[in-house]
């Protein structure tokens, strides 16, 4: 096991004393640290956000990218070195607005990194508009008479979509969290954790308290069965123990860099490039 | 220039492009000089299209003006082509041979220029196989008897090219040496060149930009599907297994920018391509692949805009679009082939430039150049400059380092010790973001003026500009991209009637070379493009504070070379050349 010191950034988080965002970052070094995996062959791709500031504050190699695009980059360094953990680390701004396309293919295709996504139900960093998971009826800074959309639910998208491990995990929650993300890591092929992850600042109903009320762990499901997850996935509500926590879906299917003709043959970062020569230009005789 | 036009025309449907590729593959083999020109339309059948292969036994620049040989396929095609109104976009009427069908096509005026070499194409290719297509081979057949071309060569390439579908081999050398032989017996040689046996390539423009991206030593190409950048697409999707190349079909343009720059960050020479459409939805990545300093080449084959514009038609209209991509200032190298040759070379350039200034690299072309034909040399020599690499474990590594030329180390995920954070806020050498936490004016300050510095380096490390016949040049054109092989002809052309004019070629755009300024003073400057409103033009009076005359064609063709000798000899004389 590596020492958790490891990865610890040089950069002190600037998320507000209270964010959903400290735990996060916690277990996702404890996943690494107990899986072992060395600062310079972990990656973290981000977004833009207050979540995807994470690479500043953790010791790995960091790409702070665009809104929305934190998927398309993951891929790319997957693609190009499959000995490293990549890690898409963003919110649900992100990555369920402008991200959703890159979210759904990446999941449908299986490839294979982790997505994390910072689910606050809130855009946090441009100080409180509705984002994609606020519930209907909530006012926000943009919706001063109620936000009239239903929200997006994640984990139905990822799983329709085809992500083989599907999972929702608690901030604050850092030991069960961490655990969750090691699977996730662990597993080969596409997997999704949305973090359910309280904004103590513009979301003031999604608070700790009232995850610590809702949610509870599941056990004993049935991870192979996709309607079970399915049925997990969809509950929601106030009420004490209404919202699952844990690992709904993991199965096994053929991940994108074994399927593809040159992925599965060759890791492109230790191979040499094709040396062209005169004989490859006969074809143009 | 001892040259043969020749052109098929007519439907989509019809195998005018593959007819016209087995017809410049002949001559090609033959030893001529090639090149081709493609009119086509964005259907699958009906409409009018048309092939043109130019042949010579001197190196080919353009398409050519004149028409010796037409392979008229349809009735419309014969009357088009032959039409003293022909409305081509500046190709040429027929003056000389017309090959045709006349027991199908009947109904046509004639004019006294034309020879109406009549054959029964379809009776004979009728008599070898029911496929529709077959006539195309009776007519080739035919062109190599006008051409007094030696018939095993034809059946040579016809060979190679029905290698997978035997049974239609014999079908075709059939139908191909009978329209051989009807035209030697009934119609007189038309042409004859004496070529010598040469080994030539024929390579089009998309298909040198993906073997130079392999000579390059890429890895990578991500991008979504859209014409004319598809060619590269086409040339990876066939060549993968073989070049250990991965191919990415991405869900848009976006997902394909960026992940093209996660691989390039990854350490492995990776490339993204589109037309301007699919490019306007990658300009956000662009300033990124800047901002984080992770080397990307972008390869940007423009067609007519805007919006859809003329998906099949050729312009060089996105330059504002390529100089202007991305929020703020940021450094990035645009390059400009101008023929095949160029294409296959420059791409292997942007990826060496990428790397060593770490920054974005576009390689522009349109669909003239990436879909015709030249008969070509490539040279193979390349070494790649991975530009500057951190040593592990360096405990003075800063990812962005302040230096006097701009360029820092770079260290790739998987180096120990290396560690940081790429990022596309703005941030000190350390990567540290300096806009939330630190907020610095003068950090802010520090980085833009040491990404920036890339330029000044770039600048002075820039090989001399090209130019074509300016030592006595009185009048000057300026041209970039694919019109250099047309201007070139109309220089020549202009010269021979002791009017002097040269040109200056700008293949590498943006940043431009200072050395230009000394070419320009005390000339008449014509500016040259197939735009609009001269976004080149405005480049040149922007940087050198000239006056200039713009020539500008935006109908969806190249230049003709015929059609621009006469539009310049009209601003330099002030008299056409011929009677419009």
């Not at chain 1, 949305?194 to 608070?207: A, E, F, G, H």
Request: net charge negative.
């Amino acid at each position: 096991m590596i020492a958790m010191d490891e990865y610890k950034g040089k950069v002190s988080p600037d998320w507000c004393p209270g964010c959903g965002n400290y735990s996060q970052l916690r277990a996702i070094s404890m996943a690494l640290s107990e899986l072992n995996i060395k600062p310079e062959d972990a990656v973290i791709s981000s977004g833009i956000g207050c979540s995807s500031n994470m690479p500043e504050y953790i010791n790995v190699y960091g790409f702070h990218g665009l809104h929305g695009r934190l998927v398309p980059v993951a891929e790319g360094i997957k693609w190009a070195n499959k000995n490293l953990t990549v890690i898409g680390y963003g919110g649900d701004g992100d990555g369920f607005f402008e991200g959703t396309q890159h979210f759904y293919h990446a999941a449908k295709r299986n490839v294979d990194i982790t997505y994390i996504v910072s689910d606050n139900q809130v855009f946090g960093l441009t100080t409180g508009q509705a984002s994609p998971t606020t519930p209907i009826g909530r006012i926000t800074k943009d919706t001063p008479d109620g936000n009239i959309e239903p929200p997006f639910n994640p984990l139905h998208y990822a799983l329709t979509a085809g992500a083989t491990f599907v999972a929702r995990g608690l901030s604050g929650n850092i030991k069960s969290l961490a655990n969750i993300i090691k699977a996730g890591i662990q597993h080969k092929g596409f997997s999704f954790i949305d973090v359910l992850s309280p904004c103590v600042t513009y979301n003031k109903i999604n608070s700790y308290d009232f995850f610590r009320k809702t949610t509870y762990e599941v056990k004993d499901n049935n991870t192979k069965d996709f309607y079970e997850a399915f049925k997990l996935s969809s509950m929601w509500g106030d009420a004490p123990q209404s919202i699952p926590t844990g690992i709904f879906y993991d199965v096994q299917s053929p991940i994108y860099e074994d399927a593809d003709v040159v992925l599965s043959k060759y890791n492109l970062k230790d191979t040499k490039p094709y040396q062209l020569t005169e004989s490859d230009l006969e074809e143009f005789y | 220039m001892n040259d043969i036009i020749i052109r098929i025309g007519g439907s989509a449907g019809d195998g005018v492009q593959s007819s016209g590729l087995s017809l410049a593959k002949t001559l090609s083999r033959s030893g001529y000089y090639i090149t081709t020109y493609n009119y086509y339309q964005s259907l699958i059948r009906g409409g009018q299209s048309w092939y043109q292969v130019r042949a010579s036994d001197e190196v080919v620049k353009n398409q050519g003006s004149g028409l010796d040989i037409l392979i008229a396929l349809t009735e419309d095609a014969l009357k088009r082509h032959t039409s003293k109104n022909i409305n081509e976009g500046g190709a040429s009427r027929l003056n000389g041979i017309a090959i045709f069908d006349d027991s199908m096509i009947t109904n046509y005026e004639k004019y006294d220029d034309v020879k109406y070499y009549g054959i029964p194409l379809r009776d004979i290719a009728l008599k070898y196989n029911s496929n529709p297509l077959l006539k195309n081979t009776v007519a080739l057949g035919a062109v190599m008897a006008s051409l007094d071309m030696d018939f095993s060569i034809y059946e040579q390439v016809i060979k190679e090219i029905f290698s997978h579908k035997g049974k239609l081999i014999d079908a075709n050398i059939g139908a191909a040496k009978e329209g051989y032989e009807y035209y030697k017996n009934n119609y007189k040689i038309y042409k004859s060149i004496k070529v010598e046996k040469r080994k030539l390539f024929m390579i089009g423009g998309g298909e040198a930009v993906g073997l130079g991206a392999i000579n390059a030593g890429m890895q990578m190409y991500f991008a979504y599907p859209m014409t004319p950048a598809s060619s590269v697409l086409q040339f990876f999707a066939e060549h993968s297994k073989k070049f250990h190349v991965f191919l990415k079909i991405t869900e848009d343009e976006i997902s394909a920018i960026n992940g093209a720059i996660g691989a390039n960050y990854a350490g492995v020479r990776a490339m993204t391509g589109s037309s301007g459409g699919g490019f306007a939805l990658m300009t956000e990545a662009v300033g990124m692949s800047s901002m984080t300093e992770v080397p990307l080449v972008i390869y940007e084959a423009q067609r007519p805009g805007p919006s859809t514009g003329l998906p099949t038609k050729t312009e060089q209209g996105d330059l504002n679009q390529i100089l202007g991509a991305g929020q703020g200032d940021f450094p990035k190298i645009v390059l400009a082939p101008g023929n095949v040759t160029e294409a296959f070379n420059m791409t292997k350039e942007a990826f060496n430039l990428a790397e060593k200034y770490q920054l974005p690299v576009f390689v522009v072309s349109d669909l003239y150049l990436a879909e015709h034909i030249e008969t070509v040399d490539f040279d193979l020599k390349y070494e790649m400059d991975h530009g500057l690499r951190a040593q592990e474990n360096d405990p003075n590594f800063k990812r962005y380092e302040y230096t006097e030329n701009g360029i820092s180390k770079r260290s790739v995920p998987g180096q120990k010790g290396l560690m940081h954070n790429a990022d596309s806020d703005e941030h000190n050498e350390l990567g540290e973001v300096v806009s939330d936490v630190i907020t610095d004016p003068e950090l802010r300050r520090l980085s833009m003026e040491k990404r920036m510095r890339k330029l000044d380096t770039y600048i002075k490390n820039l090989p001399p500009t090209k130019t074509y016949k300016m030592e006595d040049a009185e009048y000057v054109v300026i041209q970039w991209g694919s019109t250099k092989g047309v201007i070139e002809e109309s220089i020549d052309s202009l010269r021979s009637e002791g009017i002097k004019v040269g040109a200056i070629e700008i293949d590498h755009i943006y940043p431009m070379n200072h050395d230009i300024e000394k070419y320009l003073k005390n000339k008449k400057i014509i500016v040259i493009e197939n735009n609009f409103s001269g976004q080149l033009n405005k480049l040149i009076k922007q940087e050198f504070l000239v006056d200039t005359k713009f020539i500008g064609k935006y109908d969806g063709e190249a230049f003709f070379p015929e059609q621009l000798e006469n539009i310049l000899k009209n601003i330099i004389v002030g008299k056409p050349i011929l009677e419009e």
